[in-house]
């Protein structure tokens, strides 16, 4: 793999379905994982197979139906569920388990009653045993953001020794500032033995709103994979939202990093994912919320009129909006107007503009929004 190619790894249908109630059948996965492959990610995790029957079949099913990304079932570190993950993916072509177990203080006291010897043993067995039936193996340090960089380290380098392919460093519980996550990743590039060998992945959370930043500096710090969801859906306050960490990338040619995605097709995935987890998206959602290219004040508007540039980065085509919105409402100016009012097929000189635009204000402070119905009668009134 070109060393500066960063995989994308979705986790849409496993840890984004976590959410209360955005529970998926077979069919609507199999629909969304086929828009994941069409999208471009390099890993669709399918689901968590021993978790229940139906989470078994959907893994079984995606196999099947997807032949170009990675398909990666979920497992504990525990023979049965590796055991049952390895069954799910029988007719994958491409094949991960994704196995694993906590590595901070917390979850060896308090989770498994237990000290950091026995976990090392117990992360190295899970991987060896994972490593029985596919090739891939990802394993996972729950956790790993409050754990000991050390111990860590330790971990990272048996399971390396176990046959692991990928090392996942998980933020859990969102606790981690961007400046220690990215030094994590830094001390394991330099302090675990192997670690040129295998790719290290980022699994953020959004706990405090930083599991985009944190991924990025898991990039800059040589992360290679980003674990992801479409529109940032997941356990408690959600995952890394796929549309932001890969429009960064785009976006800032000095990471010098590259990914597969193609990024016109965000926003119609983010739109079937809403629609099928019944989870909206928030307006002023980055990238994909209704918001994103919208302007409503008379300054940016005046403007974006003027070129797009002046307020919006990202050209709305490529992310698959058809064109910046300009909303019209009692904090627009005459330009928007006059903008707006040609959208709908009038063409009004200064002197017009000027009466029009006072009739529009009357209007405007009654109603949130002004309409293109709206804007035909404001003219006929101002005529």
Same mark, same amino acid.
């Given at each position: 793999?070109?060393?500066?190619?960063?995989?994308?790894?979705?986790?849409?249908?496993?840890?984004?379905?976590?959410?209360?109630?955005?529970?998926?059948?077979?069919?609507?996965?199999?629909?969304?994982?086929?828009?994941?492959?069409?999208?471009?990610?390099?890993?669709?995790?399918?689901?968590?197979? #021993?978790? $229940?029957?139906?989470?078994? /079949?959907?893994?079984?099913?995606?196999?099947? +139906?997807?032949?170009?990304? *990675?398909?990666? =079932?979920?497992?504990?570190?525990?023979?049965?569920?590796?055991?049952?993950?390895?069954?799910?993916?029988?007719?994958?072509?491409?094949?991960?388990?994704?196995?694993?177990?906590?590595?901070?203080?917390?979850?060896?006291?308090?989770?498994?009653?237990?000290?950091?010897?026995?976990?090392?043993?117990?992360?190295?067995?899970?991987?060896?045993?994972?490593?029985?039936?596919?090739?891939?193996?990802?394993?996972?340090?729950?956790?790993?953001?409050?754990?000991?960089?050390?111990?860590?380290?330790?971990?990272?380098?048996?399971?390396?020794?176990?046959?692991?392919?990928?090392?996942?460093?998980?933020?859990?519980?969102?606790?981690?500032?961007?400046?220690?996550?990215?030094?994590?990743?830094?001390?394991?590039?330099?302090?675990?033995?192997?670690?040129?060998?295998? #790719?290290? $992945?980022?699994?953020?959370? /959004?706990?405090?709103?930083?599991?985009?930043? +944190?991924?990025?500096?898991? *990039?800059?710090? =040589?992360?290679?994979?980003?674990?992801?969801?479409?529109?940032?859906?997941?356990?408690?306050?959600?995952?890394?939202?796929?549309?932001?960490?890969?429009?960064?990338?785009?976006?800032?040619?000095?990471?010098?990093?590259?990914?597969?995605?193609?990024?016109?097709?965000?926003?119609?995935?983010?739109?079937?994912?809403?629609?099928?987890?019944?989870?909206?998206?928030?307006?002023?959602?980055?990238?994909?919320?209704?918001?994103?290219?919208?302007?409503?004040?008379?300054?940016?508007?005046?403007?974006?009129?003027?070129?797009?540039?002046?307020?919006?980065?990202?050209?709305?085509?490529?992310?698959?909006?058809?064109?910046?919105?300009?909303?019209?409402?009692?904090?627009?100016?005459?330009?928007?107007?006059?903008?707006?009012?040609?959208?709908?097929?009038?063409?009004?000189?200064?002197?017009?503009?000027?009466?029009?635009?006072?009739?529009?204000?009357?209007?405007?402070?009654?109603?949130?929004?002004?309409?293109?119905?709206?804007?035909?009668?404001?003219?006929?009134?101002?005529?």
């Amino acid at each position: 793999m070109d060393e500066n190619h960063v995989l994308i790894f979705d986790t849409t249908l496993r840890d984004g379905e976590q959410v209360p109630g955005c529970k998926l059948n077979t069919p609507q996965k199999i629909e969304i994982a086929q828009q994941l492959e069409a999208l471009g990610v390099d890993v669709i995790e399918a689901g968590f197979p #021993i978790s $229940s029957p139906g989470d078994f /079949n959907s893994v079984i099913e995606i196999s099947k +139906n997807i032949s170009e990304p *990675i398909i990666c =079932g979920l497992s504990r570190g525990v023979k049965k569920d590796i055991e049952v993950a390895a069954d799910a993916l029988r007719f994958a072509r491409r094949p991960r388990i994704h196995t694993g177990i906590g590595t901070s203080d917390y979850h060896i006291k308090h989770k498994f009653n237990s000290n950091r010897e026995n976990i090392i043993e117990w992360a190295s067995g899970a991987v060896a045993h994972a490593k029985s039936f596919v090739e891939d193996v990802e394993f996972y340090a729950e956790d790993a953001g409050r754990t000991d960089n050390e111990y860590l380290a330790r971990v990272c380098e048996a399971v390396i020794k176990a046959g692991a392919t990928v090392l996942n460093i998980p933020d859990t519980t969102g606790y981690c500032l961007p400046d220690e996550y990215g030094a994590k990743i830094k001390y394991l590039v330099d302090n675990v033995r192997g670690i040129e060998n295998v #790719i290290i $992945s980022a699994h953020c959370h /959004n706990d405090l709103g930083l599991a985009t930043a +944190n991924s990025i500096a898991a *990039i800059m710090n =040589g992360a290679r994979q980003i674990e992801c969801t479409i529109n940032g859906i997941g356990e408690r306050a959600g995952n890394t939202s796929l549309e932001e960490v890969t429009m960064i990338m785009k976006q800032h040619p000095r990471l010098n990093v590259t990914n597969n995605i193609n990024s016109r097709l965000l926003n119609p995935i983010s739109r079937l994912v809403a629609d099928k987890m019944g989870m909206m998206v928030q307006p002023n959602k980055a990238i994909v919320g209704s918001n994103a290219f919208a302007h409503s004040s008379g300054i940016h508007q005046d403007g974006v009129i003027k070129n797009r540039e002046t307020y919006e980065i990202i050209d709305p085509i490529e992310v698959g909006v058809d064109e910046s919105m300009i909303v019209l409402t009692a904090r627009s100016g005459r330009a928007a107007l006059a903008y707006r009012a040609h959208k709908v097929g009038h063409t009004l000189s200064k002197l017009e503009l000027d009466k029009v635009y006072n009739v529009f204000l009357k209007h405007a402070d009654m109603k949130k929004e002004i309409l293109d119905e709206d804007i035909h009668q404001i003219i006929s009134e101002a005529v």
